[in-house]
């Protein structure tokens, strides 16, 4: 089973915490910088305790883990 972060465009309000100050390979800011958004990359699995603090730290629990199976 694979799974991916994904961020709730409607919760997310663009504050930039899970981009890291640009240096996270996970979480890019979109075109107009007005969110974030996932970057796209075979396997999370060896970002998890990345994405796993960004989920704890986003202000507006935006962020999730969604699991790839049907
Ligand atoms: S930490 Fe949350 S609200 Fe802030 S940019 Fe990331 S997803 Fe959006």
């Known amino acids: 089973?694979?799974?991916?972060?994904?961020?709730?465009?409607d919760l997310c309000t663009g504050c930039t915490l899970c981009t890291?100050?640009?240096?996270?390979?996970?979480f890019?800011?979109?075109d107009d910088e007005s969110a974030?958004?996932?970057a796209p990359m075979p396997n999370y699995d060896?970002?998890?305790d990345e994405i796993n603090d960004a989920i704890?730290?986003?202000?507006s629990g935006a962020i999730a883990w969604?699991?790839?199976e049907a």
């Open 66 to 68: 969604k699991s790839d």
């Open 1 to 9: 089973m694979s799974k991916k972060p994904i961020i709730d465009p």
């Open 36 to 38: 974030a958004v996932v």
């Open 20 to 26: 890291n100050g640009g240096d996270s390979q996970v």
């Open 46 to 48: 060896e970002h998890t």
């Open 28 to 30: 890019k800011m979109n």
């Open 56 to 59: 704890d730290n986003c202000p």
